[in-house]
């Protein structure tokens, strides 16, 4: 399995290198948490060029060759690629054909991955983890979903303020190889290269994809 973490945000401040105390990133304790799923032989950090000097001092001082820094080259919001459009940029730059474990780096995820991982292993099929929202205010910033009791998702409904069921779809997910081919296919037919719960949307529509309900925090990075 590979890891991509999508950090390609135009922000003035990469949120995933905030400091979590004086010597750990987000970013840092995220890849702590991959790095326990041992069937992860390599995590790609995808950032642009307007950031990728803040990323590349952050990548000299750690010491993991589980670990490689992508560069998608866009240097203004204009030109950005998206959540979507980088995914297939790293899976096309390092020639992936593997099973992939999908993580936005704009948060703190307070839960054990490998439980997730255990689940994927038992559906063999797409995962996304989702949370219960009687704490979200602004459900615009995220996708809301309804799965039924087999947690085969039934519905998802991405940036929309109308919420469809009781839980929001993080940006955190697990893919069989096959998910590969499907995104080759998603972005041919011109579909939005932006937040990856539109291909979530679309997916669901194809294939089985189940929902992992987190025990633990979630915390987005501001």
């Known amino acids: 399995m590979k890891c991509i973490i999508l950090c390609a945000s135009h922000d003035d401040k990469p949120k995933s ?77 390092e020639n992936i054909e593997d099973e992939l474990l999908i993580i936005a780096g704009d948060a703190i995820y307070d839960f054990e991955f ?8 038992d559906k063999k099929a797409p995962i996304v983890a989702v949370k219960d929202i009687k704490d979200v205010l602004n459900l615009k910033k995220y996708g ?26 993080l940006a955190l997910y697990m893919f069989p190889i096959n998910i590969i081919r499907i995104l080759e296919t998603y972005l041919q037919e011109g579909n939005l290269r932006t937040s990856p719960g539109y291909f979530i949307e679309y997916l669901y529509q194809i294939l089985d994809v189940y929902a992992y309900e987190i025990k633990g925090n979630y915390f987005t990075l501001k």
């Open 17 to 93: 290198l905030t400091k979590i105390d004086d010597n750990l990133t987000a970013l840092d304790l995220l890849i702590d948490q991959v790095s326990l799923i041992e069937e992860v032989d390599m995590t790609y950090v995808v950032t642009n060029g307007e950031s990728y000097n803040k990323f590349e001092d952050w990548f000299k001082k750690i010491d993991n060759n589980k670990v490689k820094l992508i560069n998608d080259n866009t240097t203004s919001p204009k030109a950005k690629l998206g959540a979507i459009g980088d995914m297939k940029y790293t899976i096309n730059m």
């Open 114 to 121: 490998m439980e997730m991982y255990n689940m994927y292993k």
């Open 144 to 169: 809301t979903i309804s799965f039924d009791k087999s947690l085969k998702i039934t519905d998802m409904h991405e940036k929309n303020n109308n919420a469809i069921g009781d839980h929001i779809a």
